[in-house]
């Protein structure tokens, strides 16, 4: 139900901008879901990275501030994560993951796509 893109090789100080699109999604369904992006890095635990709300309030985790930029598009039932002055310590692979406002057994996750930040 979520599909990510935009994961890549990149090197330090550079950017990128993953998507994750769920083409499945009834629109007026996908407004009732909290989108967010995750990362789990080698040997870590999943970690969350950014949110955004169906409002549109974001959420960021200390690491990122300021370097990183979560959005969406209802009517396209698209969120992206524009990514800044990447660090070699943003390695991961990224996780779309979308979780209803309503029901807490609603929540969905994509398959992930790879970021490398390295020289």
């Known amino acids: 139900r979520l599909v990510e893109s935009g994961g890549g090789l990149v090197q330090p100080g550079g950017s990128l901008r993953l998507a994750c699109v769920s083409p499945?999604?009834?629109?007026?369904?996908?407004?009732?879901?909290?989108m967010g992006w995750y990362r789990q890095a080698p040997g870590k635990q999943r970690e969350l990275v950014a949110t955004?709300?169906?409002?549109?309030?974001?959420y960021y985790v200390d690491s990122v501030k300021g370097r990183f930029t979560i959005s969406r598009d209802n009517s396209r039932k698209t969120i992206w994560l524009q990514m800044n002055t990447l660090k070699p310590e943003d390695k991961a692979i990224y996780y779309c993951?979308?979780?209803?406002?309503?029901?807490?057994?609603?929540?969905?996750w994509g398959p992930g796509t790879q970021v490398t930040v390295s020289y």
């Open positions: 499945r999604a009834i629109l007026s369904v996908f407004n009732q879901y909290t």
């Open positions: 955004v709300t169906s409002g549109r309030t974001t």
């Open positions: 993951n979308a979780k209803s406002d309503h029901d807490d057994n609603e929540n969905y």
